[in-house]
C-alpha cells in the first residue's frame, strides 16, 4: 500500500514535469514563428514589399532605399538593431526620431512584405 502511494506520487510528478516541458517547447516555437518574416526570399513578396514601399516609405527613405535626413535603410547601419522583429517594431510602432507608426495603416502581412523587400536592397 505504502509503496503504491509512493509510485504514484512519482508518476503525477513525473507527468507534471513532462507537461511543463511541452508548453515551454510549444511556447518557444511560436514565440518564435511569431518574430520571423513569414516570406522570406519570396519573389512575389520582394514585389508587393517594393509597390507598398515606393508608396509609403520612398518620400522619406529615398529611391534606394536612403537619402540625407533619414537614415539609410540598405547599409545594415541599424540604429534600432537588424533582425526581422526589430524591423517589424520600427515600422510598425514608429520609433521617437520621426518614424511613424504603420499599425493600422498597413496591415502585418504588408510589413513583413516590405521587410522581405528592404533585405534585398542591404548591401
Ligand atoms: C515621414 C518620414 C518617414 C516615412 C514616411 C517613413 N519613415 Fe522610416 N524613419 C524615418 C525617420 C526620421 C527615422 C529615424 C527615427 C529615429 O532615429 O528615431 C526612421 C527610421 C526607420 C527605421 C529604423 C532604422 C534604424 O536604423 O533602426 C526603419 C526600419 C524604417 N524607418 C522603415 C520605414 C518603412 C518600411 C517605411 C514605410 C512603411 C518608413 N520607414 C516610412 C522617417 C520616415
Redesign the pocket.
Known sequence: MEGNNIFEEYREKMKNIILFLISLVLMTFIISSCSKNPYEGREDAIKEGAA??KQ??E???GLQGSCG???N?TDG?????GSDR??FK??SNG??????A?KGI?NKDGIWK?ITY?RTLEK
Open positions: 507598398l514601399y509609403h516609405c518620400k522619406c527613405h535626413v533619414c537614415p535603410l547601419d541599424w540604429k534600432y538593431g526589430d524591423f520600427s515600422i520609433r521617437p526620431g520621426g518614424m511613424p504603420w498597413i516590405i528592404l
